[in-house]
């Protein structure tokens, strides 16, 4: 056996180590020390990289990077204090120590002030930890980081870029309190007035969580008509063209850090940026200003427009921003109540449920349809589509006739095949079906505004189907329940569009998912936000049923049976003439489930029966003697496929050697043959 002695801790000459040195260190005496030198704590610690003031230090980063986010108080009464202004953190100087050194939660505490004693002080205090040889020291750590970084603080200019504009923040009489310099490219630098030791100083920094102002104050409170943009120099821009603006010091992230009272009942306009962080600002900042009684409208952005397009854009490009501003869309803030109602306001808010489909789907609810691949959401969702537009009954249960609109995001072209195919199979007129369409993905979150225009235009919409889910997902990870709930919440945005439509969405399931676990993506964060999760599964060749798992909002309601059936028709031909196969879904009544379920009993005795007698059987073999063939011929051996599968998962076969299967005990009970051990034997078999 080999000793590695290189991780071992170092050794005194003839006597154990000593465990406390010179004497306890108290984290209280460090402290108090490290107060005392703070400024030159901070420059042993960075190597001379951090800016030097009178009163305060300046650095990038607690890691020591060039910058000047993270300032450390030098002097008054919150000497020793720092704060990193881009991750909102704070603390003494042990804790910057700490987060220098990598040091975690609780871990080494003790130890970090043994260092700080010994290393910055030079207290002849012995560290009662050793040290990997693969950590390094504090000072190698010093010394290894200037080397890195240099020794001396790096000017604005150089870390910022050259300043290009300075915007200023005024109180309501016109005094400025805060300001913000833009550098070039594209970063920001606050400015505002503290107190330091008695006096107000110019320093860089934010004002106070929810005392930050609002640009253009003075010009506020003059009128009731106010434009809400994202950024100052947008504000300026369109405050040229005689409107009141305003926005807020920070960006989209800082809703909840402005004073927001000087717009209180007033009349806003937002006109959020064209992508995901503009629209979650307008959202975050419209939900402030409602609660404070104010009434909101939403610019619509053009679909043709790029991302990120802003009012600024518009401006540069020669446009004219006031039809914009004109064609606003008013959002609703329908309880005008007090936050406690009485009784009778509580219930006079009660209103009717409006089916959609009698006893099942609700209207101004949302509903998730989960299915596996080839499971038929689609062939159902547009089945129910066209009864609703044509005022027809689903599955025996009468509709609420009216349009519908249907999000054809996971493959447009297959939705115009399949369209055509089911008009051709239900004999109507496809060009004139109360059906609209949205044409491939888009990002609904930034499009809601022009989806409400445009649905404002769609008479009598019922109905909304999402295809699919997966498709419009905007968020980064599909695994990330979190954000699949906050997808939910935003399909629920559709419910309100004109017409109080319901809305179905075409999910996929959790991984793995089986006839008990039809949950979509997102599990029960998604299922959380919606009002039902239907459900369809396949277990027979070509048949599918609909259910509900999980959640459902309304009463209890049998499985309906659907065929899944093969259709084509003349419009719909590929580039030699030939007609494409699509799928439609046709409803079956009860006597027809169970003649569907006798006949595919029925077949997987003769898929049983052939692999007993024909031990090796294939796919197309059994097709072939069980005379399953296709119209042009050749045999069907994904109907056989289909089988085999099924009596897999009900153990009536196993797999033997590849492609050949053997029966189970189970699958000999069956078709009433005697179990044979030694040829039908399994491990499998659970009887």
């Not at 609780?106 to 040290?131: G, M």
């Not at 719909?572 to 079956?588: C, E, F, L, N």
């Not at 797999?655 to 299967?661: D, E, I, L, P, V």
């Amino acid at each position: 056996m080999v000793i590695d002695l290189n991780n071992a801790p170092p050794q005194q000459d003839n006597e154990a180590p000593l465990r406390h040195g010179g004497g306890d260190v108290k984290a209280e005496d460090i402290r108090l020390r490290l107060n005392d030198d703070a400024r030159g704590f901070v420059a042993w610690l960075y190597a001379g990289r951090a800016f030097m003031h009178r009163t305060e230090a300046r650095i990038g980063n607690i890691m020591g990077e060039a910058g000047t986010s993270l300032c450390i108080e030098l002097t008054g009464k919150n000497v020793g204090q720092w704060y990193d202004h881009a991750t909102d953190e704070g603390g003494d100087l042990i804790s910057l120590y700490r987060g220098y050194m990598g040091y975690l939660g609780n871990n080494n505490f003790d130890r970090s002030l043994r260092e700080i004693a010994c290393d910055f002080f030079h207290d002849p205090v012995v560290r009662d930890v050793w040290r990997s040889h693969r950590e390094l020291s504090p000072a190698q750590k010093i010394l290894a980081d200037s080397v890195r970084w240099g020794t001396k603080p790096r000017t604005e200019e150089e870390i910022l870029g050259p300043p290009i504009a300075t915007y200023k923040y005024l109180d309501a009489d016109g005094n400025i309190i805060a300001g913000v310099t833009r550098y070039e490219p594209k970063t920001f630098r606050p400015w505002c007035f503290r107190e330091i030791d008695g006096e107000k100083k110019w320093m860089i920094g934010s004002p106070a969580s929810g005392v930050r102002p609002l640009y253009h104050w003075p010009d506020i409170i003059k009128t009731d008509n106010v434009v809400l943009v994202e950024g100052e120099g947008k504000a300026d821009a369109l405050a040229a063209f005689g409107v009141t603006t305003t926005t807020i010091m920070g960006g989209a992230n800082a809703v909840d850090k402005a004073n927001w009272l000087p717009l209180a009942m007033k009349k806003i306009c937002i006109w959020p940026d064209n992508d995901k962080a503009g629209h979650e600002f307008a959202h975050a900042a419209a939900a402030k200003l409602i609660s404070m009684g104010c009434k909101i409208w939403i610019v619509v952005v053009p679909g043709d427009k790029p991302e990120k397009w802003d009012c600024g854009d518009c401006i540069k490009a020669g446009e004219d921003p006031m039809p914009y501003l004109d064609n606003a869309i008013e959002i609703s803030t329908e309880n005008n109540h007090g936050l406690i109602l009485s009784a009778r306001q509580f219930i006079a808010g009660f209103s009717a449920p409006q089916y959609l489909v009698d006893g099942v789907i609700q209207r101004s609810y949302l509903y998730s349809l989960t299915a596996r691949t080839n499971h038929g959401k689609t062939a159902v969702s547009m089945f129910l589509g066209q009864a609703v537009a044509r005022g027809l009954t689903f599955h025996g249960r009468e509709t609420f006739q009216g349009s519908v609109l249907f999000l054809a995001g996971e493959n447009p072209d297959d939705i115009r095949a399949r369209f055509l195919v089911l008009a051709d199979h239900e004999k109507f007129d496809a060009e004139e079906a109360a059906f609209y369409f949205i044409d491939g993905v888009i990002n609904i979150a930034t499009s809601l505004p022009e989806i409400r225009r445009a649905a404002a235009e769609i008479p009598d919409l019922v109905l909304v189907i999402v295809d699919t889910a997966a498709a419009y997902y905007s968020g980064q990870d599909s695994n990330d329940n979190a954000q699949q709930g906050d997808f939910a919440r935003l399909l629920r945005e559709l419910i309100k569009l004109p017409g109080r439509p319901a809305v179905l969405v075409n999910c996929h399931p959790v991984k793995n998912a089986a006839i008990d676990n039809l949950l979509p993506l997102g599990g029960s964060a998604f299922v959380n936000e919606v009002d039902g999760n239907l459900t369809l599964w396949s277990e027979a060749d070509k048949q599918t049923a609909l259910h509900w798992q999980g959640k459902f909002r309304g009463p209890e309601f049998e499985p309906m049976n659907f065929d899944l059936r093969t259709a084509s028709c003349e419009r719909v031909k590929d580039s030699k003439g030939k007609r494409m196969p699509s799928v439609v879904a046709v409803p079956i009544t009860d006597a027809g489930a169970e003649r569907k379920a006798s006949v595919a009993e029925e077949e997987e005795k003769t898929v049983l029966r052939l692999l007993h007698v024909d031990k090796q059987a294939s796919m197309t073999s059994i097709a072939k003697a069980a005379g399953w063939v296709w119209p042009d011929g050749r045999p069907a051996k994904t109907k056989v496929q289909r089988i085999v599968e099924r009596l897999k998962a009900d153990k009536l076969i196993y797999r033997f050697q590849g492609s050949k299967y053997r029966l189970t005990r189970k699958g000999c009970k069956v078709i009433q043959v005697k179990w044979n051990k030694g040829s039908d034997a399994d491990d499998d078999d659970d009887e």
